[in-house]
Every structure is written in C-alpha cells, then in structure tokens.
C-alpha cells in the first residue's frame, strides 16, 4: 500500500463523503434560491429580529420594568422622542418597552397554538384520507361543520366562558385552527395515497403507521411549512382581536392588542399610544406573511 496515498477519516469513506457533500451542496442551491426572493429575505429578517428582541427584551428594552406595574404620572401622555422613541402611555410607562416585551407574549400564542393545531389537523387529515370509509366521513364533515363557524364567534364564545387569560387564548385559537390544517393536509394526501410508492408498501407488508409517518408525511412537509409560517401572523392578528376586545391577555402584561384598545380611548390626541403597537403587530405579520409566500413559492406548492 502506498503511504503517502491520502487517508479518509475514521468512520468514513468514500461514499459517505459523497453523500455529505452532497447535501452541502444541495443545502447551498436551495439558498441560493431562496436568496433571490428579496420579499421572503426581508420577511426572514424581520422574523429574526422580532424573536431575537422577544429573547433578549430584559437587555433591549430602555424600561425593562415598564412591563410590568410600573406607574410614572409625571411622564404620562409623552410624545415620542429620543428618551421615548414611541412615546409614554396613559400611566407614563415606555411604549416601546412595553412592545418589545408584547412580543414576547405574541411569539408565545403562535408557539403555542400551533404547536397543539398543527399535529392534530396534519394527523387528522391524513388518517381521513388513508382509512377511507367511514373514518374519511366522520373527520371530515366534523371538520366542515366547523368550518361552517365564523373562527372570531367561536373564538369569542370559548373565551367568554372560560377565565381571560393567555393560556385559555390558546385553547381558544387552538380548538378551531386544527380544521384549516385538517383541510389542506386531506386534499394533498389524498392524491399522495394513489401513488406507486404507497401501493408498493402496503404489498411489501408495511404497517399503516409506518405508511403514514414514513411515505405519505415526508410528502406534505413542504406545504405544512409553508401554511403553519403563514399562519402564524394571523395567530397574532387573532391574539391581538381577543386581548383588544378585552378577551385575551389581561393587564398589567404587555400586550399588542390591549395596547391598542387602551390607546384607542386617547384617540385622536395622543395618536402614538393606538399607532405605535398597531404599527409592530402590522411589522411582526408583514414578516411572517413575507416569508411564507417565499416558502411557497421556494417549494411551488399551494395553500
């Protein structure tokens, strides 16, 4: 053997450096590709501050205890300026103090909601369109009478029963943004459950969960992201409608849209306490609209 031939790494070889290089290079077109939708860049990147400001708000924030209870009358109705870039509110706390930790409250409610909607409509919908039968006919017509609510009545229903809160806000957003999920996923499977490949292993003796998890959802991947990052801003948009409408997260906790409805009341004199939250909800949803419709059309799919 030759020693000054060169040696691969222990554990690999030569096939395995393929493979790797490979998907590096993969991973560098598939950038390259998203890099050129300048809209879905500029939604990443508005994405990536609003969670980086959400993380650190107790080091961003000029007033970090201006989030809490925090009463100063003698700043009361300020304009914004360099001390206050987006004014003070009606007790003197730091508006955009009180938005950076906001956020920290909206980001919660998406993690939140989708983290319990998205596996259950994405599981629910492929179980309709693999059973078939009677399976098919129960999801899916439970699911279309629920589509039949209006999603802000049924929302407004199931928070005024149970205490005001964010938890319940959740809940609330949760139990009917499953079905939308439920919708989509159904119609993709059920072409997906067609194809040779699932035919091939169902006669190879597979079993039903492994044909679910293993050939029909590495196949919806792509449109459940896609959904779920559009979704998110409108989980906002919900968020902030229940707390305006005094539904959702209670004072003192900074939140957008009880920001809003407060400074509503001051309209049109001090305009900044109602604009200045609404302008970063209209940020945080222009970011993640942004980005979803560059997923879309980065994965060419449709939802």
């Known amino acids: 053997m030759n020693n000054n031939e060169p040696r691969l790494p222990n554990g690999l070889d030569e096939f395995s450096m393929t493979t790797a290089s490979k998907q590096y290079s993969n991973i560098g077109r598939a950038w390259y590709r998203f890099s050129r939708n300048y809209a879905a860049v ?10 980086l400001m959400a993380i650190f708000a107790p080091l961003i924030a000029p007033n970090p205890e201006h989030a809490g209870s925090f009463v100063n009358f003698r700043a009361r109705h300020l304009a914004p300026s360099w001390e206050h870039w987006m004014g003070t509110d009606n007790v003197g ?12 409250v909206s980001l919660a409610l998406v993690v ?10 994405v599981l629910l919908g492929i179980v309709a369109a693999y059973a078939g039968g009677w399976v098919e006919q129960t999801i899916m017509r439970f699911n279309d009478m629920l589509l039949a609510v209006p999603p802000l009545a049924l929302a407004l229903a ?27 996923i159904y119609q993709l499977a059920k072409s997906i459950v067609t194809e040779d490949f699932v035919e091939a292993a169902k006669l190879s003796g597979a079993s039903h969960w492994h044909i679910i998890t293993k050939e029909i959802l590495p196949n919806c991947v792509a449109a459940i992201s896609v959904k779920t990052t559009l979704d998110a801003g409108f989980v906002i948009l919900f968020g902030a409608t229940l707390s305006f409408l005094g539904l959702g997260v209670q004072p003192p906790t900074p939140d957008l849209g009880t920001m809003v409805s407060t400074g509503s009341n001051y309209l049109p004199e001090y305009w900044w306490e109602a604009i200045m939250p609404g302008l970063a909800i209209l940020y945080i949803i222009l970011g993640f609209n942004l980005l979803g419709d560059g997923l879309r059309d980065f994965f060419d799919v449709e939802v």
């Open 93 to 104: 706390r730091d508006i955009f103090s009180r938005v950076i930790f906001g956020y920290q």
């Open 42 to 51: 500029i939604g990443l990147i508005i994405v990536c501050s609003v969670i």
């Open 112 to 121: 939140g909601v989708l983290s319990l909607s998205v596996p259950i409509g």
């Open 158 to 184: 199931i928070t005024s029963i149970l205490e005001p809160s964010l938890i319940n806000a959740m809940i609330a957003i949760s139990f009917l943004w499953w079905n939308w999920h439920c919708r989509l």
